[in-house]
């Protein structure tokens, strides 16, 4: 079947080739997004009079029949459709002939190519918020179970202080409560609806913008129509930006995970299970899982990266350059929610060895404490600090747990102060469950079941 | 005089230059916020009685000194002093004896330069966002001026539908409140004080840490002391990945500036006071200011990136890497904050050719708007699209401004609602007053006058 | 079947998920590699006689068939096969029993992976490098065919000196010509045999490696094992930093392309069947595959930084992060291969227009002109400079044919030296021929017929 | 002083600074350099008659004085100059009369400051090919050193097999020197004088570009004039990623070391006076210098990016943009050339703990020598994998040494064939020489004296 802009020349084949790239095989994963899209729309056409009831009818169950061929894997898209939008309303106009050629009146692909990709951003970014909610519940409780296990501190990976399991986990799980700032910046600029702003200039018909986002559950319609179209692919990169410092928190965590699971350390132990071996060498059990976790971190930046360049300095009104951005958008949060759970069964099944984390414990650890023993005695610290210098070997060695019961004040190792973080946890399961509160009983009243939007 | 860690040995000369960088430069813009922070951080340490209220009492009044000294341009920080830190403790001690010694007491130059990293950041967000608002008032002011002018509408810059100079600005004025959505996030996240971290791993003695934030004007203290820690470069990036996304805004409407002022547009004109001449070519006046807009959102682009590939992989606690963070960060600021005063000035003299926009239109512009009037005699869309695709050129001109009109729904030219964007402005302008009303008094309380942060 | 290093126990599903990724489906493009180097490597084995003469001959015999297969898609790697080297020895096994097992005697997958990527990435250079000369040819040729067709020649895109469609045509293919420096650093890196460096560290086996090195027609055999393993992911980076390259200068002559073909300047056409349409807009004409081409060159520059960054601070040895190499190197070749060979039919068909061209002339490109006409009159230049430049408007027009003729050192517009940029197009077609002249013939000799390594 | 361009009106104070950036302060590295280039450009003048010989003899006389200057710090760049060439046009036009007016004839700065570049990158090159040589050779002769020293061979960081000090330490040699590969591409796209080719379009002057370049000892002219004016940034891209791989393998030498001399591995050690303090902390010494490294890589990698994302898609012609990639190309040489530098001091001074090294080795280290022993017995690989797999733990220790010189294959262990990258450093140390033999002489001659282009 033709193309929706196709009027009897055709496309040179490779030109043909490099222009449809990938997309067919991408946008599987918009098949559902844009369906529901189209219900909204037809919806609105039927209310301003350019379905009638019957034409609304026949596209609703036409889209439903979509989605459950989409969701049987029986949907298809080939190379000569471009993109699922074309498969869609070619599907359309086959199966419901009239009806199906009305379904694009006023909207262009540029809307609704973003209108998919919202959606499916936002069932993105629930399953991605929840997901790393769990990663950090799994760090608090391993926190909670291992709170005042000692573990040697370390700056420049150096001893450095006294620290404890609990303080080391429980960084992690308040560091990813921090990154889910940014999802919530990029869930807040995502809830918007672009449809209605076609190819970027509005058409002349009495659209109805606000009973589509309402439909949709949309919080607001993106309201200029040339801002609208140029927001493809900068609400994609701030996603992006999102999973990107939750990867950067993960391989950091990762890469304390491959030293410290070492046998020179041994103070955690990966279960065979999660590690694999080498085709040469058999003793070998490699964790191979946080090594892919530290590199797909440098991989969502690139992506982030890449999506970014491509819309610096573009003119304005829709380009074809932003096709470019959406394998990258895709790819990046698939690695990025499977990495989060990759690494919740990580912190899950993670081992203890408190014998060699105590065995780390060295006397010169607790040089700073003695000097602040010294302050405490009333010598101005810089001179407390040189005179221990002296002879950093004298540093008589404590024992751990002591030490770390001294450090009371919030947020140190005595005195981890696990409720804070246990309220902005709740705080922001409360944040997720709003946002499904918002959008799911909406979507089930548009399509007449509950459509499966990211997966 | 001595670095704070000297102990009787020295570094190679050439360990020293690479070590040091060019902190000791770069540090100017941070010793006024060194020096609030350590206010705080003496007021604490009285209250929980490691200094008296005379050596407190010093302290400010040596802090206050050093601030006024940098205002002057005359607080030096020599290359062997390393960076601010060392600088201004050395010049307490030298000044005032004992007290010197102790103001280092409970804290790390980790924690420390957080500190000052994040006054620093917080001043900026302000002034960035208020710089980011006065040019988007000035978009929207434009846009009002010319709110009905016509002017061609493009995708792929080829011409697409008719759309006017109104639209065209205030998308460019949404996007920009828009883009603050993450400056917002950013703000938050940097709003936790990281005082009391220490070296990563808390301090025997009992911080009043709360305390140091309220005198510091901070929402909360940041929790977990390594999460703390941990932050140092990620709250940064975050910052400078909002620059980015405005970057990305003012690179695009650059690149339409530089198009649309060509002679053969002609649609604007930029005033001779903003170009720039040719070292050869006796008649140029070329739009250097906006190439280099252009240039300089790849350039905050890259160096967000450097500051995230530092960060990835990075074992726990503080590593030295963090210090190459610094220069990105505050180059990365300073570009964005002139790149967007500068384009408030193109703005604001940025002359319209209402004549040349008129004859920038051709027939072929109206096709959609034909295709609709079809459809709204009853044709379905895609045999009105098929039909007029025939004979492009048969579309008929049109009157660009009665064209403009027929698009009524929410955001399209003939409806731009300039009071959702207005209003949004309004919210953002109030935004900015309650983050200085939170911190403003309370920074002058602490110094006893008022201290800039950002210049 | 199982994987090489599976002993008894199994990885948890969703761990297999996310370590094994998309390599089985990669990998597809590696088979005929591992094939040609498992050839080699089993004739070695023979020869030190680790294999008898019947095994070798049965392996050859194995390898050549799944060539075969690979050549009509029907050599399956399967998800649980994680791999085309597991796939490959699992075939073996099946089909040969005892010598299949003997097949990874002295290798390592590290080795193997990295020797399959050195033949794909050689095959790649020598298509690569033929199409970016065949697109510089297609450019000279457009240079001699329009050489002194008068071009308005601008800076900062505005006006500035009288041009031609030689200069500007052959100024790109020079360009391209110079880029093939690095994709000639990129062949000589690659050109070493790292087979033999087993897992890093060697084997206690008198392996040949210099007999293997010649089967696969290497000009030298990669010597340090260790560092033979870490050029992993290095050797890719440079030929994707080669490619992009490349990619650069296509973006920007299309770019140019992409301005110049706008009907506000006409310079340019490009015939109907290069471009696509709009879903909407039923007039449109676009150019979609330039603005790809442009935003792929983003894209090819993503791919070389993630591949870099994967590699920073990874510690010696193997690590599994370099799997993550492997997409963004295949991906990065093929876009740039295509990219090209679009270019190059663009290039094939572009119309000229040079009454359009002559109109973009107006009196002040004259400008510089003038005035180094004043200085061969004697007048210094700054003055001559400053006296035209008082009244910029009074140049007067001048015959562009006559102003370009007047420009004839070396390079300048009347005085293109063509034959500079053939002599060296013809020396890159000699090293093409060389590099094919030293690689087929032993490859042949080597399989048995010719074997596809890049497609 | 007025600038070059300036002809009665001034540029808005705001712009000025947007638009100067930090060029009057980069320029210092580039006044030696432009000199020289304007004395060849004086001398072809003279030759073409358009400067008289005494013209010219003050020309030399002046631009020699400049350079005198400039190496004591006198010759001041102040922001209102905007550059060095028209600090230099200006000193030259204030201190000579007409003769400086004229020095302009025939060049813009667009090819000015190309040449400028190209004369800094070559003497950079040549500096940083010294060095990275220099610390090749200290990597190898460490190896010579410490040869058979035995060493854990690890892969995912953890225990893989037997290896050596000599291997791991020639191992990085031998990557430096496949890294200088780039360097050596980057040198012959570098070495082509683009004088001449003025703003761009060339001049209607009999201009001997053939002269410059043989006076400015460069092996060809760039010839299309359009071509030398689109290699800004290009070329300096390429010098950045020359130095960005060496930078590559450094900071992953980096971090074997950081690792490897933590008390836990205490396999080699460094030297206190290589080794900073902390502030709190008094016993500590960390490698601070190794983390700037693998720190300073990724900044080097983000500059490369930088220029690379400001070429992208530019459209033909000089434009303003390019200025933004200079900070960026001379921060990074100077940045690798001393992180190169402080390797070196590294390397000679790191110490070699053969204790603690032979502690590092645990019996499964030899499970894969176990297997081929048991494959040298007539085993099949694989069942021999299989069967020592079943008890890893049953792997007998066996002497380090002796488990070396049983890999005696080219590059194992057990024969380092340091005589193969001890040939490649002598073609190197030629190649270096060669260079410099093509060049000194020259430029010495048309300065009269020995002038610093790089330091």
Redesign the interface.
């Known amino acids: 079947m033709s ?10 084949a ?2 043909e ?3 449809v ?1 990938d997309d067919y095989l991408l946008d599987r994963a918009l098949v559902n997004a844009d369906c529901l899209a189209s219900m909204a729309h037809a919806a609105m056409l039927a209310k301003i009079g ?1 379905l009638t009831a019957s034409e609304r009818e026949a596209l609703q169950r036409g889209l439903a029949e979509i989605i459950r061929l989409a969701d049987r894997g029986e949907f298809a898209i080939r190379p000569e459709d471009e993109d699922c ?2 498969a869609i ?1 070619n599907f359309l ?1 086959a199966r419901l002939g ?1 009806a ?11 809307d ?1 190519v973003i209108a998919a990709l919202r959606l499916f951003g936002r069932a993105f970014l629930v399953e991605f918020q929840q997901a790393v909610l769990d990663l950090a519940e799994a760090l608090f409780g391993f926190a909670r179970a291992h709170e005042q296990v000692p573990m040697p ?11 404890s399991v609990g ?2 986990a ?3 799980g ?2 990813l409560l ?1 990154d889910l ?2 999802a ?2 990029a869930y ?2 995502n809830d918007a609806c672009p449809l ?15 009973l589509v986002a309402e439909l949709l559950a949309f919080s607001r ?8 179209n ?2 493809r692919g ?1 609400t994609e ?2 996603i992006v ?1 999102a999973v ?2 939750v990867m ?2 993960l ?2 965590l ?3 995970l ?2 410290f699971t ?4 041994g103070y955690f132990s990966l279960p ?3 590690c ?14 946080l ?2 976790v ?6 969502v ?3 982030g ?2 999506i ?18 959406k394998a ?1 958008f895709l790819e990046a949060c698939a690695t990025g929610l ?2 989060v ?2 690494m919740e ?1 990580v912190v899950r099944r993670l081992g203890v060895n408190e014998a060699r984390l105590a065995a ?1 414990f ?1 006397p ?2 607790f ?3 003695r ?3 010294l ?2 005695g009333g010598m ?4 407390a ?2 005179q ?3 002879t ?1 070997s004298a ?1 008589e060695a404590q024992d751990p747990r002591e ?1 770390l019961l ?9 005195n ?2 696990l409720d ?2 246990a309220k902005r946890l709740a705080e922001l399961r409360a944040r997720t469950a709003a946002w499904q509160a918002q959008v799911s009983p909406k979507l089930k009243a548009l399509a007449g079941f509950d459509v499966v939007l990211y997966r």
């Open positions: 193309k929706l802009w196709q009027k009897g020349y055709s496309l040179d490779l030109i080739r490099f222009t790239g350019i939008h074309t309303e106009v009239e199906g050629k009305k379904i694009h009146t006023g909207r262009s692909r540029n609704q501190g370390r700056t420049h990976l150096q001893l450095a202080m006294p620290s303080l080391w429980a960084a992690w308040e560091e921090e700032v940014l919530g910046a807040e600029l209605g702003s076609a190819a970027s200039y509005g058409v002349p018909l009495p659209l109805d913008r606000e319609v993106q309201n200029n129509v040339l801002a609208a140029h927001s900068r990169s701030v930006d990107e410092q950067l928190t391989s950091r990762a890469q304390d491959i030293l070492l046998p020179e350390f065979q299970e999660l694999a071996g080498s085709s040469i060498m058999p003793q070998k059990r490699n964790p191979d899982l090594e892919l530290r590199a797909r971190a440098a991989s930046s690139a992506r990266l890449q970014k360049s491509i819309l610096r300095a573009l003119p304005s009104g829709y380009n074809r350059d932003l096709q470019e951005t990258a499977l990495s759970r990759v069964l780390g060295r010169e650890i040089a700073t404490d000097t602040l023993e302050v405490a101005p610290f810089r001179d600090y040189r221990v210098a002296e950093p540093a030490a001294k450090k009371r004040h919030t947020g140190a190792p005595g981890l102060r804070v973080p």
